[in-house]
């Protein structure tokens, strides 16, 4: 529990509890000296005839609300409440989250780790682990990459045989446990002319349709602005880097003129988060081998995404 | 009809002080027979054979009622109730508080006297205590005495019937939530699961607890039903009454003497009907809160009045305006059939046939659609636009299905790969649908599409599910 910021709160609390609750045991005490005359109403009347009477509680009734009194000074001795006081079990939401997930690990962490000692590709091709996967894939990846993995905008498709950072099995298994930062920097500075050549030119690598002047002015400056250095002199790209090919027709962000414009222009920042602290080493081999399943992984057979 | 009726003004009680908390005084009842004691027996029969019975019913090789809680699935006999079924449970209620307003309106406290666990437990738990310890003056002298060898061996037998019936009550209970051959077995090797042990306890301590001690305490501080339901009674709403037309003056009297001469009525004040009630009050004091509506007092001086040879009924089942206005028995069933009546008793069977109609025509299949939201439309190689669902396909029924899934809504719209998915008995898989469509086949955004979702092999299972569709 974070403490508070002044200091003045944790006694106030701790005494304001403190005060309701015996205030209240106090109180049930002189009401059991309290006495009553039989018969009497309280002078309350509703719907002009129903009269309130002062009729007498059973005794164990009473007792039950000094046993709230009692379990209320219990609780507080035992579980935080008195303001910064921790009580004598030490409770917290964040070690009782903890206790919990060490209980599930130790459950469940025994049906992924038969895997993890298991070579990628054979749990690749093992029905069982591929239902394991598909259901960590649902929960962890599906919210970019889609729940077929074919990605969307800025989120590569998992399925087809282009790979960013490579895909083989050893690749992939990295992707996740590490996480990727592919960056493109931004190149405003060419001017916005020179920029639209260049996209020309990257389109008609493709085999797109491009205006083949601007094409041509395009060639020179994608080795003089440093294209190349990450993307290759054949603009096939390079793996160690991120950089995608431009040669073929597979599009992160869309091939359109436009949109090349704009990536070139601006820039692209691109984040695969690590999974290693969050899933942990099984967990990610058990996705690894889906995904490398699913159609894409490099020297795998393709098979359709299937339940 | 006064709500609460004032304590008795007997001379002692009159402007004393008195403390704010009653010190509670047993109540001992004493055995009573006779036509309304039978029908309370034949209730508690049923509603214990049914209880008792119920769990261990086998059907199609599981328990016949079964409230699966960590599954999430309630099974009663051939249906299966998931989750989303949380509907029928809230139509089940108003069924249940519907029969009450009727029967409430028509006879009071009916549901008090004859069928609530409080008084067929108490029922159960007095006969016992009856067996043992003998009928109320036996167990009130017993009370009085001081502890001896044949006190304490009568208190030690008492108990534990009452805690061998009670815990078999919790073990019953629990075993409508884990199957109950299976907590059978795990009470026998003494495997219990501390959740199980804790409810068979709980349960059982609330039965010992209530249907032992607390009793008619339950009725008179704990319930709310008791409380509330005094706003469904009217003037024609049929009560335990005592006539004190014909009852007044009270007193004893020889059987010889004509007592009319002397000016007495009918009552001969033997008070039975005080110690037969199981709450302790007088009914010759009118309609009382504390009165549960048992009409142990009726069949007690119904006996006394054959006994005295006078007529029966001085106390029975009356109304506010019978007894006003000197109705006789046409009169007051005549009356039951009053537009409250009426009206209670239609919303009852409407609700009731509206409920049989929906389980009547339940699908045993349900489909959630869900769109991803990440990737909005993707475009494919031969221009088709795609889209990607998740359909979280239910088998709700008993056997495993083939099920197919199909589109429809757009032209030319289809599901990818040939889809046909198998789903085991009442289970749910989560399947990944691609779709695709022409881009010129409708409009930019959103188009509502339909999912339909049929068995292969029971064309009367099929669903269908709206969904939208992006295009660009």
Known sequence: MSDFVSGFWSPYITVMVLTGVIGCGVFLWLQGRARYVAGQTMGHVWDETLEEYNNPLPNWWRWMFFLTVFFALGYLALYPGLGSYRGQFGWSSQGQYNREMAAADATYGKIFAVYLKQDLKTVAADPKAREIGQRLFLNYCAQCHGSDAKGGKGFPNLTDKDWLWGGTPDKIEETILNGRNGIMPPFAVLGPEPIQDLAN???????????????AKGQPLFASSGCTACHGADARGNPMMGAPNLSDKIWLFGSSEATIVETITQGRNLTMPAQKDFLGAAKVHLLAAFVYGSGGGVDAPPTPVTQ | MSEVAPPPQTQDTVAIE????????????????????????????????????????????????????????????????????????????????YTLFLFTAIGGRLFCGYACPQTVYTEIFLWIERKIEGDRHARIRLDD???????????????????????????????????????????????????ETFWVLFYGFATYGNAGWMREQ??????????????????????????????????????????????????????????VCPTGIDIRDGLQYECIGCS????????????????????????????????????????ILRPRIMIYGAILVLIIAAAAAGLASRQPLKVDVIRDRGTLEREEDDGMIENSYRLQIMNVSETAHRYTIGVSGLNGIEVEHQRIVEIPAATTHSVVVEVHAPPESGKKGFNRIYFEISAVDDAKIAVREPASFLLP
Request: with cysteine; proline share 5%; aromatic share 14%.
């Open chain 2, 296 to 335: 142990a007092c009726i069949d007690a001086c119904d006996q006394v009045m054959d006994k005295m040879h006078y007529p029966r009924g001085l106390i029975r089942y009356s109304t506010e305006n019978a007894l006003l206005k000197n109705w006789g028995r046409k009169e007051i069933l005549g009356h």
């Open chain 2, 218 to 275: 339950v009725c008179k501080y704990m319930c709310p039903y008791a409380r509330f339901q005094s706003v469904m009674f009217d003037p024609d709403t049929l009560i335990v009454t005592y006539d004190a037309k014909r009852g007044e003056p009270r007193g004893s009297r020889s059987k010889k003497a004509d007592y009319k001469a002397e000016g007495k009525g009918d009552c001969v004040d033997c008070g039975i009907c005080v110690q």
């Open chain 2, 18 to 97: 008195q403390s704010l908390y009653e010190v509670h005084h047993k109540i001992h009842p004493r055995a009573v027979t006779g036509w309304f004691a039978t029908w309370r027996w034949s209730l508690v029969w049923f509603t214990q054979l049914l209880f008792y019975g119920l769990c261990w019913l086998p059907w199609n090789g599981r328990q016949a009622v079964l409230f699966e809680l960590a599954e999430r699935k309630f099974y009663i006999f051939g249906l299966i109730f998931w989750p989303q079924d949380v509907f029928y449970l809230a139509i089940l209620l108003i069924v249940a508080a």
């Open chain 1, 201 to 215: 030119y990257v389109r008609s690598l493709s085999g797109l349709s491009h205006d083949p002047a601007r094409a």
């Open chain 2, 145 to 195: 005495e001081p502890l001896s060898a044949r006190k304490l061996s009568l208190k030690t037998a008492k108990h534990g019937a009452w805690i061998a019936v009670a815990l078999w009550t919790g073990f019953t209970f629990v075993g409508y939530f884990t199957p109950i051959r299976t907590l059978a077995s795990e009470v026998l090797s003494l495997s219990l699961g501390p959740w």
